[in-house]
């Protein structure tokens, strides 16, 4: 069920591959920016996700 997965995503078209798949998505940076939507959560490097950070992504509108 994509609705239990949360994406990793670093690219705006990752991003959009995973809204369209239903996921939550983490992005982090890169070299081209991702804008905010639903169900996306901005993270400023992998260094600070956790699971609690996943577990949040799971429950953002």
């Known amino acids: ?3 239990a997965c949360v ?5 705006p078209d990752g ?3 995973a809204d369209a ?4 998505v983490l992005v982090v940076p890169s070299l081209l920016p991702v804008a905010p939507g639903r169900g ?3 993270a400023r490097s992998l ?3 956790d699971l609690g950070v996943l577990s ?6």
């Open 1 to 3: 069920d994509p609705a």
């Open 7 to 11: 994406a990793v995503e670093d690219s």
């Open 15 to 17: 991003t959009a591959s």
């Open 21 to 24: 798949a239903g996921c939550a």
């Open 40 to 42: 996306r959560t901005f």
């Open 47 to 49: 260094e600070e996700v």
């Open 56 to 61: 949040d992504c799971l429950r953002r509108p």
